[in-house]
């Protein structure tokens, strides 16, 4: 998505309107200019909300809306695949941009994101798995569990966006693991898969940068296999993701977990917990790691009943 999972929420009345602006913003400043960026998205947000009210006004109507859709594809809830972007979207499936995308991966591991070993160790750890990954993103989590898998297990990786998506395609191209890996443009809320499909489920930065937290849990639950694995990487405190829009009208930290509860977004550990025991996932260890990136990360692993 082109817009932050809050966005979505305060802007869900308008979601056309700032998907456009965002695209244009983007393609404008990114990743040259990244101040006039925020300058820009922070007067588009003030403009439309103006006060603390109506921010807390907003979300409490959001709150009280049962199906909210996050993009003008309703029926498939999915990330609209611009013309314009289509070759370099296609392009992510090389094993060219697999290689860039390995290379971001052991950088990133040798420096802030040593969690990686964990993750991929909790996910890869037995063989003969099918392992569901939900947000492949840049696919730093994606490349991780890909150099563990073990030889008979397989993967399939989903992004909202194709063009995320397609860098599972490409890690595995330069993996040589094409035959067992796949990326695929598919959303959280309605996966289309059978239940009982998967041994693994598990997402890097996928849960909490996600809207409708529960729906994505429930959804994980649904396709698990009796005692299968949901295995999360998330930020310990959801305010370190929302500061800059919370501080932007006078949102205190205080304030903000209530706020992404009622939204329906990701609002900590405990809340998190609480819709895993709702839809038969219990905990089964959570691992801290140390605040040296702006934010703490959590290792979650929960076990389906």
Same mark, same amino acid.
């Given at each position: 998505m082109v817009i932050n /999972? *809050? +966005? &979505? +929420? *305060?802007?869900w009345q308008n979601m056309d309107e700032c998907v456009r602006f965002y695209k244009k913003l983007m393609k404008d400043y990114l990743p040259d200019n990244e101040d006039e960026y925020y300058r820009q998205s922070d007067a588009f947000k003030f403009d439309y909300i103006k006060t603390k009210e109506n921010f807390i006004n907003i979300i409490n /109507? @959001? #709150?009280?809306? /049962? !199906?909210? *859709?996050?993009? %003008?594809?309703a029926a498939q809830y999915c990330a609209m695949v611009v013309r314009a972007d289509m070759r370099d979207s296609i392009k992510n499936g090389? %094993? /060219?941009? #697999?290689k860039r995308r390995h290379d971001q991966y052991e950088k990133a591991?040798?420096?802030? &994101? @040593?969690?990686? %070993?964990?993750y991929a160790n909790a996910v890869?750890? +037995?063989d003969d798995l099918n392992v569901l990954e939900l947000a492949t #993103?840049?696919?730093l989590g994606t490349c991780a569990i890909m150099k563990t898998l073990q030889p008979n297990s397989r993967m399939i990786s989903i992004d909202i966006d194709f063009s995320a998506a397609k860098n599972a395609d490409g890690l595995a191209q330069f993996l040589n693991l094409s035959d067992r890996v796949s990326g695929m443009n598919a959303n959280f809320w309605h996966l289309p898969f059978e239940e009982s499909s998967?041994?693994?489920v598990c997402t890097h930065y996928g849960l909490d940068e996600a809207g409708e937290i529960e729906a994505v849990v429930k959804e994980a639950s649904r396709v698990l296999k009796p005692d299968g694995r949901f295995v999360i990487i998330a930020r310990k405190n959801p305010y370190d993701r929302h500061k800059r829009n919370m501080r932007l009208f006078n949102i205190t930290e205080s304030e903000c977990n209530p706020l992404l509860k !009622? &939204?329906? *977004? @990701?609002? #900590?550990f405990d809340d998190l917990v609480e819709t895993a025991i709702k839809h038969n996932l219990i905990i089964m260890e959570h691992k801290l790691y140390d605040r040296d990136i702006g934010h703490h990360r959590i290792l979650f692993a929960f076990r389906k009943n």
């Open positions: /999972e *809050l +966005v &979505a +929420v *305060l802007f /109507e @959001y #709150g009280t809306i /049962e !199906k909210p *859709l996050f993009q %003008s594809q090389s %094993s /060219e941009i #697999g591991i040798n420096s802030w &994101a @040593y969690h990686l %070993s964990d890869n750890n +037995v #993103g840049a696919g998967f041994d693994i !009622k &939204a329906r *977004l @990701y609002s #900590g």
